[in-house]
């Protein structure tokens, strides 16, 4: 007997996901839901699916569950956990302006800033310490045995692998070509996000403005998406890894724009950025 679910589509920077309230529906299989829904011919069409639920565990308030468009299941997603705090929110599942989220990367803290109306206007998310070298995620060794070289660039894992590569021009890539090769490069045991970076305006490390940073993603597990959270941190993180910026840097990706500070106290990425409905409406499965 089929079920009749109620969803809600939102996007954060353009990264968009089909939301569900997990308190109200059980998705028996989401894998599946995630490949069928997402689908933007004969679904729903998203970038995955995200199940919101109450938290198990004292240290945190709700949980969050994320499935690609190919029903792989992500550890995280820093668009994805802003629309969260939105949903949670505004349709007044919570009233707090702070909430702890449950990831499969660990607790993370979301601060809500409201709009004057008291809806939520933008979301920083405390996304944790970046990680540098997971050999589980980034196995260098693997390259001598490969048959194609992997481009200069920076691992950078939050929570998921990310690799960071800086090019003059990223519009003049063949991402759907690039990105599915360096995804399933044998240096990346568990797939890898990439990303393809150029510093657009003000390169100097030391200049207290933010850097701005043109980057486009190919995600691992949903192809070319307008945006990607982690993506936009991890890019952060290997241009002050590589003295092309500061701290403070200002994201720009397909769908919008994002914030970064990687900040020195507690070695902690902060990732500011709006949310958005989009529609809701319901489907079978």
Same mark, same amino acid.
């Given at each position: 007997?089929?079920? +009749?679910?109620?969803?809600?589509?939102?996007?954060?920077?353009?990264?968009? *996901?089909?939301?569900?309230?997990?308190?109200? *529906?059980?998705?028996?299989?989401?894998?599946?839901?995630?490949?069928?829904?997402?689908?933007?011919?004969?679904?729903?069409?998203?970038? !995955?699916?995200?199940?919101?639920?109450?938290?198990? @565990?004292?240290?945190?308030?709700?949980?969050?569950?994320?499935?690609?468009?190919?029903?792989?299941?992500?550890?995280?997603?820093?668009? $994805? /956990?802003?629309?969260?705090? #939105?949903?949670?929110?505004?349709?007044?599942?919570?009233?707090?302006?702070?909430?702890?989220?449950?990831?499969?990367?660990?607790?993370?803290?979301?601060?809500?800033?409201?709009?004057?109306?008291?809806?939520?206007?933008?979301?920083?998310?405390?996304?944790?310490?970046?990680?540098?070298?997971?050999?589980?995620?980034? $196995?260098?060794?693997?390259?001598?045995? /490969?048959?194609?070289?992997?481009?200069?660039?920076?691992?950078?894992?939050?929570?998921?692998?990310?690799? &960071?590569?800086?090019?003059?021009?990223?519009?003049?890539?063949?991402?759907? +070509?690039?990105?599915?090769? @360096?995804?399933?490069?044998?240096?990346?045991?568990?797939?890898?996000?990439?990303?393809?970076?150029?510093?657009?305006?003000?390169?100097? $490390?030391?200049?207290?403005?933010?850097?701005?940073?043109?980057?486009? &993603?190919?995600?691992?597990?949903? !192809?070319?998406?307008?945006?990607?959270?982690?993506?936009?941190?991890?890019?952060?993180?290997?241009?002050?890894?590589?003295?092309?910026? !500061?701290?403070?840097?200002?994201?720009?990706?397909?769908? !919008?724009?994002?914030?970064?500070?990687?900040?020195?106290?507690?070695?902690?990425? *902060? #990732?500011?950025?709006?949310?958005?409905? &989009?529609?809701?409406?319901?489907?079978?499965?």
């Amino acid at each position: 007997m089929k079920q +009749k679910i109620h969803f809600t589509k939102m996007h954060g920077a353009g990264n968009d *996901y089909i939301y569900v309230d997990t308190l109200l *529906y059980n998705i028996a299989v989401p894998s599946m839901a995630a490949r069928l829904w997402s689908d933007r011919h004969k679904g729903i069409g998203s970038d !995955g699916l995200v199940l919101i639920g109450r938290s198990p @565990l004292p240290e945190a308030d709700f949980t969050m569950r994320i499935y690609n468009a190919d029903g792989s299941e992500a550890m995280m997603c820093g668009n $994805a /956990s802003r629309c969260v705090g #939105k949903y949670l929110h505004d349709k007044q599942l919570t009233t707090q302006t702070q909430i702890r989220l449950l990831t499969l990367s660990g607790v993370k803290v979301l601060n809500l800033h409201l709009a004057p109306e008291g809806v939520v206007d933008s979301v920083t998310v405390d996304m944790g310490e970046p990680i540098l070298e997971n050999p589980k995620q980034f $196995a260098p060794d693997a390259l001598k045995d /490969s048959k194609y070289a992997l481009p200069a660039g920076t691992f950078v894992s939050m929570g998921n692998p990310h690799y &960071v590569i800086f090019v003059n021009d990223g519009d003049a890539i063949d991402i759907a +070509k690039e990105g599915f090769r @360096l995804e399933h490069h044998p240096a990346f045991p568990e797939r890898c996000n990439i990303e393809f970076a150029s510093v657009v305006g003000n390169s100097s $490390a030391d200049a207290s403005s933010p850097t701005t940073i043109r980057t486009r &993603v190919w995600e691992r597990g949903s !192809g070319i998406t307008m945006a990607c959270g982690t993506g936009a941190c991890a890019t952060a993180v290997a241009a002050f890894m590589t003295g092309r910026a !500061g701290r403070t840097t200002r994201i720009q990706m397909d769908g !919008g724009t994002l914030d970064i500070e990687w900040r020195e106290s507690d070695n902690h990425i *902060y #990732k500011t950025g709006p949310a958005e409905f &989009v529609f809701e409406g319901d489907i079978e499965i």
